[in-house]
């Protein structure tokens, strides 16, 4: 489970930079670049307890 989160979280950030830098679809990036760092904060506080 934690690896696809992590996979998402890769996804996530490879559309906001394709938006920031190809699309410029305004607000709805910058909620999928919020939405994959916390995706990548909880791989991280995950793997760190286990």
């Known amino acids: ?12 950030i490879i559309s906001w930079a ?3 830098f190809v699309y410029s679809a305004g607000s709805l990036i910058h909620v999928l670049l919020v939405i994959a760092l916390i995706a990548i904060i ?3 506080i ?3 307890g286990i």
Do not use: D, E
Request: glycine share 10%; proline share 0%.
């Open 18 to 20: 394709l938006g920031v």
């Open 1 to 12: 489970m934690s690896n696809l989160l992590y996979l998402i979280a890769v996804i996530l």
């Open 42 to 44: 909880l791989r991280i």
């Open 46 to 48: 995950k793997g760190r």
